[in-house]
């Protein structure tokens, strides 16, 4: 939990700077797991992971326009970058 809040803090501390960055690490980082997906075919499987990835990337980019509250923006990068490294591997290793 140390980790998480430290940080939390360094996003929090520079956060203009942070959210910039965050929309341009989180937009490449979902269009290379939308490359991945795809590259496995157009099927249903792959359509509904298209959509989770593009939906994560949305709510990170749309949280930070709507000047949402720190934590809640650090909290959807998050979510939206370990699902779209898990999407990546999976695609990669098991697909």
């Known amino acids: 939990m140390t980790l998480y809040q430290t940080t939390f803090d360094i996003f929090n501390k520079n956060y203009m700077g942070s959210a910039a960055m965050a929309v341009i690490g989180q937009s490449c980082l979902g269009g290379a797991a939308a490359m991945y997906v795809l590259s496995n075919g157009t099927s ?14 949305i709510f990170v980019n749309t949280s930070i326009l709507a000047q949402m509250k720190h934590k809640v923006v650090f909290n ?7 699902l779209s490294v898990v999407f990546i591997l999976i695609n990669t290793l098991l697909l």
Request: hydrophobic content about 75%; proline content about 0%; overall charge neutral.
């Open 44 to 57: 249903i499987l792959q359509m509904v992971q298209l959509a989770i990835i593009v939906l994560a990337c």
């Open 76 to 82: 959807l990068l998050i979510l939206s970058s370990v």
